[in-house]
């Protein structure tokens, strides 16, 4: 369940970029500037869930054998 939530996490970071990019385009600077940051912490969030320790062990391994995110 977890793994299906990081993936719509990610899918809905590049909608936001996509989004972004046409009301930059349209004259919506801040707006843009805002999705732009939305999205930059949506894959921030992504990231520390995947990128194992120096221990080798991600968070996301941890919480679905844990239970957490079944």
Do not use: C, H, Y
Request: charged share 10%.
């Amino acid at each position: 369940m977890l793994n299906l939530v990081l993936s719509l996490l990610v899918l809905a970071a590049f909608a936001l970029i996509a989004g972004a990019f046409i009301l930059f385009r349209r004259g919506f600077r801040k707006q843009a500037g805002l999705m732009v940051v939305a999205a930059l912490v949506a894959l921030l969030n992504v990231a520390i869930w995947t990128i194992p320790d120096s221990q080798g062990r991600a968070p996301v391994n941890t919480a679905t054998t844990e239970g957490i995110g079944e």
